[in-house]
């Protein structure tokens, strides 16, 4: 099709999910989501990051329907979770974060049930497309209980996807895999993204956020901190320092460079200059003035960025320090 | 209507029977030929007739409902239960499928079992004795409608149940005792009138006495109070389904 709308080719992608004022209070009495507002652009990886027992999994399970809301609203591609929940569950896959398999049944029939499950004709063609995808195809008759367990993380992805769906939730889909299984998972999450899938995850892991997502959001306590670009998170709330080689160690900081606020090595070798990415100005030029100035020479310097890892836990101890517990 | 849910349901459930054929239908048969060896052969010489018909014909009914009440509530829980226990219930509740087809797929896929298993139990007491079916399409709705029934109680048992004693406490410690005191392999006539009346107040007394006049025309009680009792049985196992599945009973957190 040749035509396009005009207007439309710079405005942000549509909202394939929108949550609004979503709370989740379980009988017992334990508040596992606080209003969380939430909107998720059609075709973007976003990664949910939150340290044990922050609500994560109550959120997915909520939007996917096996926790029921206590108040708010959900809604998927404008269907309510509620009202509409054929539709909305029709667009959605779910990997859970256990490996929760049907051990006795083979690879083709698990895969093959999910499909019919969310009532999709059967697809056999689609369904081998899937399996030699996930490199699955030659373990098709295999029963689950004879796989491993990175094998049975691929069955549960190829029964989120078996019936086409276009959110796929993955709750932790890298826990307890090693690394080479998690750049393969991270490869799958990539090319299913490249195919139009909208993929929410979750994790622990700083490194998968920053190497997979477009957007990160951070739960904790039930409430949704913070939800952001990942570029612009990193330039947001990322420092970086500067560290100067000394060519002869020092025994302290002279007086007239009091202002740049540097930290020094024990050994008195090194100086770590901490500056503001998005300040107007960095002060990295009148320091090196400054240095020479005061006669003190380097013969190597190197920058580096605070990780995304950084960012988490000051974020989530910020949040601790405004919200203290009884 | 998701048709392919329903359908994938009960296919699943149907493959669970192929992998386990010995527990599921040669188990069976094989225990009720030691009942007709037992009861038929040694106890039925001593005892010659019961209502006008040979012992060994009289316990068929008793026998066929045994079989029918336990493996429909056994073959229900246990398809509902299990991915609880595993876990796997978590693609169930996040499908698009409606109660009443989660239902059909499970109890429709355990009653076809039952129902099988009722007529193979039939077929081999074709063995020992000569059988006689004055109803047959009486019988066949007697066994339909126990089958569904019973599968639903089963299905209700297999949410309620968080461990695998529950889930083996009802069909153990209930249904036997009740079809074995519910007139399965004697007449009521044959007790003392205190204990007659005590019967009547067991509900498998109703389900035996209506099969049994559908094969011989003789009963306990009137075959449309049987009838009714069953049906009854059924509309209130449907409508606890119904509850669980609106509230989430021991489903939905």
Known sequence: MLAYNATSMNSPAPAILTVTGLSKTYSGGFQALKAIDLEIQQGEILALLGPNGAGKTTLISTICGIVTPSTGQVSVNGYDIIKDYRQTRSMIGLVPQELHTDSFESVWNTVSFSRGLFGKAPDPAYIEKVLKSLSLWDKKDNMIMTLSGGMKRRVLIAKALSHEPTVLFLDEPTAGVDVELRKDMWNIVRKLKSEGVTIILTTHYIEEAEEIADRIGVINKGELILIEEKQSL???LGKKQLILDLVSPISSVPEALSGYQLEMN????????????????????SLLDDLKSAGIGFHDLNTTQSSLEEIFVSLVSDAATEQPTA | MNVHGILAIYRFEMARTRRTLLQSIVAPVITTSLYFIVFGAAIGSRIQEVGGIGYGAFIVPGLIMLNLLTHSISNASFGIY???????????????????????????????????????ILATAAFFIDLQI??????????????????????????WADNFEKLSVVPMLVVTPLVFLGGSFYSTDMLPPFWQSISLMNP????????RWSFYEIAEVDVWVSMASIIGFLLLCLGIVVYIFKTGYKLRS
């Open chain 1, 266 to 285: 024990e050994e008195g070798s090194k100086l770590i200059y901490t500056f503001d990415t998005q300040g107007e100005r960095t002060g990295i030029t």
């Open chain 1, 234 to 236: 990193m330039q947001k």
């Open chain 2, 82 to 120: 299990f991915p609880k226990f595993v876990g796997t219930i978590y693609e169930m509740l996040s499908a698009p499928i409606s109660t009443i087809e989660v239902v059909l797929g499970y109890v429709g896929a355990a009653a076809t079992k039952s129902l099988i298993l009722g007529l193979i």
């Open chain 2, 134 to 159: 004055a109803h047959p399409f009486v019988m066949l709705l007697f066994i339909v409608l126990t089958s569904l029934s019973f599968s639903l109680l089963g299905f209700i048992l297999g949410i």
């Open chain 2, 204 to 211: 498998v007394l109703y389900l035996v006495s209506g099969l």
